[in-house]
């Protein structure tokens, strides 16, 4: 379902967010826990990976750059009649 982009191989930490940012690089935040606020992005790994539309690219399991396709549109619901 979700194809590899890129090889990172970042080590993951408890406690952090790990996301693909707008220029293509793994980032990773502080999670918000019981009233504590979340801690400043910061950039893990340089990568440059070119986005293209269409697709959700994201950190796996093994610390590499994914992208899976997006459900886009589906089917278009009939409206009720009202009596």
Known sequence: MAEKV????????AGY????DKHGNVGRAKMA???KR???PETVAKVG???HSGYLYFVD?????????MAR???RRKKKKRI
Do not use: E, M
């Open 6 to 13: 890129a090889k990172v191989g970042v080590k993951r930490q």
């Open 17 to 20: 967010l790990y996301f693909v």
């Open 33 to 35: 826990r019981a009233g």
């Open 38 to 40: 979340g801690g400043k």
């Open 49 to 51: 990976v070119k986005k």
């Open 61 to 69: 399991k093994s610390g590499d750059i994914s992208r899976a396709k």
């Open 73 to 75: 549109g589906g089917k």
